[in-house]
């Protein structure tokens, strides 16, 4: 049977980051993908290549799109080499700080919990963002001034008193990073080739960029992270369909899976072929994932009871302007010049301070393709106005009764047919954080979906009002989409049903994407959504694969490196050894951090000690913020311009005994440290850590107070040498503050390699609070390793010492 160490599933913005990471560093990785492939000029333009540009094979159909009904919503995804981004608007909006929530509550009970932070994600917006080449639109350049709807977004956003911007867009404008925007201009190579071997051109302001691009202007994840991963050896198979999962006896998984090796084929059925790997990444969509584990709920035991949960349509709203005037004259939207979306307005969250603002949102300009005349011309009148009454019909009458088939696609392709119904002048798209209530299921073997817009209604209202002023201060008519009448909506931005948390009874899979109980098994995609993003999801799914590429990678060498020493790596779920138990060298020999990011390679592995003695080592990781030019933790971790920092070290005492007996109770420390915008991710070059230290002065109590404190040497994105001085205080006081203290590090990063004796004429760079959350701690815990005689009871001394410790400071004063 053939074998692969990774198989991914799907191609979108999880599956496609994986796929790079995992074959850039030495992997073989396998790539299934249901869908065809896209080169530039190859996506469906006239009537008759449209009326069948749909998903569903049981009707002959391999389109790209691939269209919904469920209870409550109607949906639009893709299939094709590329995934959503083939269809998506290009735009790359982080995730709000502030709208990482926790313990938040859901209408119907519950509550959204984000198991991962800004801070955790920032390193990896960077990657993605550098390898999508994200740019704003270049409107201060001609031709691309000429944009009538984004000067009239700009406008009504300034008229109203909002906040507006031009984001991220990944499409490229020049023909190279930091050239000079140009409409059609030869784009050059990225250095990993083109898998297509199409050459592609610049932007023409075409609108297109929805029904994807012929130009290949656009910077979609088959120009960028597949071509990459190709060219590292990775195995990328389209018309590949995914049917089932399951463990495999021994470890890893199967994956059966058909081909649709020819399309014009109809209902034969392929034949069903099976490959085996031991880690299996699964990207195929929040529908897709969720639908494949739904169905092969039966081979894996023990599966959280929250599959199917937490489905959400990140609040996504359609609407229109129409017949805008200007001083009783027509004023030009010209919606179709220009890509899809150009601008985004943002509506504040209470949870940015702003009081009874409810649930934050956004609303982007949006846009159709600049070729209309087969739409107009070829319209077959007669023809079209029978389909059409005969789909709405059908539509009307499944308002009142439960449908049987879900999937739209059949239905629109066979309404569309050599025609198609025109568009409005400009479209608005509003997106924002909508109660992740939702649930998906199996109904008769298809997927099905509980939602309803009710318990966000307050959300989608302001959302409506807020466009309702737009059309007003542009003197436009304001337009629902014709579904509200019924509170539905469309999404394209579906989350949810194997959401992530802190553990099995949150969640489907951990904070790095890991199935909970299935060491290896990994969800990359929107499914481990675990709400609504609130901007466009597209670049947080991305980021959040970025990060468990990298865990993956460094848990990988740590079960090599294990291995190779004859350790065991405790498992994380009390079965096997697991995928998951922190990497012995902190950084992970061999793996690679997203693209030219200059910190690959890791750093030094625990050096030999005496054959007699007992080495203990353990992995931690530590998150946090701090402000560049202040002194004072405090106050650098609230700071309105603080920035990431994070570290991940492994400990390591070569001689247990003494480490346990030393006043200084020193060990080594070796990791990397993470400092968004000053160089991303470094290896710590020298590292000590001191554990439950006595203060050498007896102010405030020393003598019931102890330290665990760090020193970190290394070189910053600027190559200027930091040190990173960290302290914990431990003092007496009520075992309540355990946890608290114990988590919590106060920070300075300092100027130059400075040691502990000459820290106070040093000059500070930056200050801040970095603390561990749970669900790290949670994993650390496994991650406690011996090498060397005696290695149980040697862990069993450090545990005993390390209570003790603790009951000398929180325990009772019986005196």
């Not at 949960?309 to 027509?330: E, Y």
């Not at 008519?477 to 931005?493: E, G, L, Q, S």
């Not at 989350?495 to 969640?507: D, F, I, K, R, V």
């Not at 609130?534 to 990298?550: C, M």
Request: glycine share 14%; charged share 25%.
């Amino acid at each position: 049977m053939e074998h692969a160490d990774a198989v991914v599933v799907g191609s979108g913005f999880g599956g496609s980051v994986a796929a790079y990471r995992l074959a850039e560093a030495g992997q073989s990785v396998v790539l299934l993908e249901r869908g065809q492939p896209y080169p530039p000029g190859a996506f469906p333009r006239s009537p008759a290549e449209m009326g069948r540009a749909f998903w569903d094979p049981d009707a002959g159909l391999h389109g790209m799109f691939d269209v919904w009904r469920f209870k409550g919503c109607d949906s639009v995804v893709s299939a094709g080499l590329g995934g959503g981004s083939l269809i998506y608007a290009n735009v790359l909006l982080r995730k709000d700080e502030n709208w990482f929530v926790h313990d938040r509550p859901l209408p119907g009970g519950g509550y959204e919990r984000w198991p991962v932070s800004r801070a955790d994600l920032d390193p990896h917006y960077d990657a993605v963002e550098k390898m999508l080449g994200a740019t704003p639109y270049p409107l201060d350049q001609v031709p691309f001034d000429d944009t009538p709807k984004t000067h009239a977004m700009q406008d009504a956003a300034a008229e109203l008193g909002l906040e507006s911007t031009l984001p991220p867009l990944a499409v490229s404008f020049a023909s190279e990073p930091g050239g000079t925007p140009a409409l059609s201009l030869p784009i050059a190579d990225a250095g990993y080739g083109n898998l297509h071997g199409v050459p592609r051109r610049t932007c023409r302001l075409c609108g297109e960029c929805d029904i994807g691009c012929n130009e290949g202007a656009k910077n979609s994840l088959d120009h960028t992270y597949l071509s990459a991963a190709a060219h590292h050896g990775a195995d990328i198979r389209t018309s590949h369909e995914v049917k089932a999962l399951r463990p495999r006896p021994g470890g890893g998984y199967e994956v059966d899976y058909v081909h649709h090796e020819d399309l014009t084929a109809g209902k034969s059925r392929p034949a069903v072929r099976t490959i085996t790997c031991d880690r299996l990444i699964l990207g195929a969509g929040t529908y897709g994932t969720t639908f494949l584990l739904l169905r092969s709920r039966d081979a894996f035991p023990g599966l959280s009871d929250a599959l199917g949960t937490r489905f959400s349509g990140n609040g996504d709203l359609l609407t229109f302007l129409m017949r805008a005037r200007d001083r009783n004259r027509v004023r030009p939207l010209n919606a179709s010049r220009g890509p899809v979306i150009t601008t985004a307005i943002r509506l504040p969250d209470e949870l940015d301070g702003v009081p009874d603002a409810g649930r934050g949102a956004y609303i982007q300009d949006g846009g159709y393709p600049g070729f209309t005349d087969w739409i107009v011309d070829g319209l077959d009148v007669g023809g079209d106005f029978e389909r059409a009454v005969k789909f709405l019909w059908d539509r009307f009458t499944d308002l009142f009764r439960d449908a049987p088939d879900t999937n739209l696609s059949k239905e629109i392709s066979e309404l569309i047919g050599d025609g198609a119904l025109t568009v409005s002048s400009l479209p608005l798209l509003g997106m924002g954080r909508d109660a992740a209530d939702g649930r998906l299921h199996l109904k008769d073997g298809r997927l099905a979906a509980d939602w309803t817009a009710e318990t966000s209604e307050e959300l989608f209202s302001r959302v409506r009002k807020t466009m309702q002023r737009i059309a007003d201060v542009l003197g436009a008519d304001y337009a629902d989409n014709p579904m509200w009448f019924r509170k539905r909506i469309i999404t394209v931005h579906p989350l949810g049903g194997a959401p992530m948390g802190t553990h099995p009874g949150e969640g489907v899979c951990d904070a790095f994407g890991e199935v909970f109980g299935f060491p290896g098994l990994y969800i990359a995609d929107g499914a481990a959504i675990p709400g609504a993003v609130g901007p466009n999801p597209s670049l947080t799914i991305a980021a959040q694969a970025d990060r468990l590429a990298t865990r993956l990678l460094e848990d990988a060498s740590a079960q090599r490196s294990a291995a190779g020493s004859g350790t065991t790596v405790p498992s994380t779920t009390g079965a096997e050894p697991a995928w998951g138990a922190g990497s012995p060298d902190g950084a992970g020999n061999g793996s690679a951090y997203g693209p030219d990011s200059g910190s690959r390679g890791g750093t030094r592995g625990p050096s030999a000690v005496a054959a007699d003695r007992t080495s203990l080592s353990f992995t931690e990781e530590m998150k946090g913020f701090v402000t560049y030019g202040e002194t004072d933790p405090r106050i650098g971790e609230l700071a309105g311009d603080r920035r990431g920092l994070s570290f991940r070290l492994t400990i390591t005492a070569e001689d247990t005994d003494g480490f346990l007996a030393e006043p200084d109770h020193e060990a080594r420390a070796e990791g990397w440290v993470d400092a968004s915008g000053h160089g991303g991710r470094r290896p710590v070059e020298e590292g000590t850590f001191n554990l439950f230290v006595e203060p050498e002065d007896d102010r405030d109590g020393a003598e019931e107070r102890r330290l665990m404190k760090y020193r970190l040497f290394y070189t910053d994105g600027a190559g200027e040498r930091r040190t990173l001085s960290g302290v914990k205080h431990v003092r007496h006081g009520p075992a309540t503050r355990i946890w608290s203290e114990t988590s919590t590090l106060y920070v300075r990063v300092l100027d130059g390699h400075v040691g502990e004796d000459e820290e106070d004429g040093a000059e500070v760079v930056a200050a801040g609070v970095l603390q561990i959350q749970l669900t790290d701690f949670a994993r650390q815990l496994t991650t406690f390793r011996t090498s060397g005689p005696d290695g149980m009871e040697k862990l069993l001394s450090f545990g005993r010492f390390f209570a003790g410790e603790l009951w000398e400071v929180y325990g009772p004063d019986f005196a």
